[in-house]
């Protein structure tokens, strides 16, 4: 997979930050991506956003207000 904006392209790590509710977010740690060397851009496969959204989740029912989760520990 290639950047859409300028071609380059590495794999790598991103965090995600989620806000649900007015006082409520939940940052994802360390979630797979493809980061562009060249300009920035960030990309998570949907299948893997998918999981990460399954984490935020969760943590909404454990009632946790503000946190952070790791990828690997929760997925
Ligand atoms: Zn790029």
Known sequence: ????LCKGMIK???NLPFQ???E????VKDVP????NQCGETFVEIN???TVEKIVKKAEMDG???????????A
């Open 1 to 4: 997979m290639k950047c859409l």
């Open 12 to 14: 790598g790590m991103t």
């Open 20 to 22: 649900t509710g007015e």
């Open 24 to 27: 409520y977010i939940v940052v």
């Open 33 to 36: 991506a493809l980061v562009c």
């Open 48 to 50: 893997i956003l998918r």
């Open 64 to 74: 946790v207000t503000l946190g952070f989760v790791k990828y690997k520990e929760a």
